[in-house]
């Protein structure tokens, strides 16, 4: 697994775009969700419960990977991360 913030953005992100490539944008959405949710339960536990909600009810998919980032940012609990969210 990616080892830092970023790497494990780009990481997810790049799972999510392979996920809505072969499955269309609809049922790409659907798809995803758990897997992000996975992701931020092995990765970020400590998310807010109003971040992980917003990246699993996001019905874009930039709006998503906004609020994963967002998300992984309030989780993270060094200063610098929760100022770039």
């Known amino acids: 697994m990616p080892r830092g913030q970023d790497a494990l953005f780009d990481y997810v992100a790049?799972?999510?775009?392979?996920?809505?490539?072969?499955?269309g944008t609809e049922a790409g959405?659907?798809?995803?969700?758990?897997?992000?949710?996975?992701?931020?339960?092995?990765?970020?536990?400590?998310?807010?419960?109003?971040a992980r909600l917003a990246v699993l009810t996001a019905t874009e998919p930039?709006?998503?990977?906004?609020?994963?980032?967002?998300?992984l940012a309030a989780a993270d609990p060094t200063p610098a991360a929760r100022q770039a969210a």
């Open 14 to 23: 790049g799972h999510y775009a392979a996920m809505l490539s072969l499955y």
């Open 62 to 71: 930039a709006a998503v990977l906004a609020a994963f980032r967002t998300a």
């Open 29 to 50: 959405l659907r798809q995803a969700r758990k897997h992000l949710g996975w992701y931020l339960d092995r990765h970020a536990p400590a998310v807010p419960a109003a």
